[in-house]
């Protein structure tokens, strides 16, 4: 059984950064590939970047240049580092398989307000 723990959200003020964790249980990252989502309220949920086995990463669009997925093997974590945030990062972020929807996880809010 899969089993995604995201974690790392919180408030932050624009223009300031977190990074977000995902530990996967009963699945490998290093052969999988791996994304972040995220869901604002009344919004539907949204790909927000994927890191493919090979280690190649594709962003979308609204994030790009600002946040970095990676992965670490031997801890079977996938990362988020999110950079120069904006009031319109503010949502609830999740991870899961790029291609298959495994049980989603409770998620780690964050939100982006001075």
């Known amino acids: 059984q899969v089993q995604l723990v995201e974690s790392g959200g919180g408030l932050v003020q624009p223009g300031g950064s977190l990074r977000l964790s995902c530990a996967g249980s009963g699945i490998r990252f290093s052969t999988n590939t791996m994304a972040w989502y995220r869901q604002a309220p009344g919004k539907q949920r949204e790909l927000v970047a994927h890191i493919t086995v090979a280690g190649n990463s594709n962003y979308a669009d609204s994030v790009k240049g600002r946040f970095i997925i990676s992965r670490d093997n031997a801890e079977n974590t996938v990362y988020l580092q999110m950079n120069d945030l904006k009031p319109e990062d503010t949502a609830k972020y999740y991870c899961?398989?790029?291609?298959?929807?495994?049980?989603w996880g409770q998620g780690t809010q964050v939100t982006v307000s001075s």
């Open positions: 899961n398989h790029r291609f298959v929807s495994y049980a």
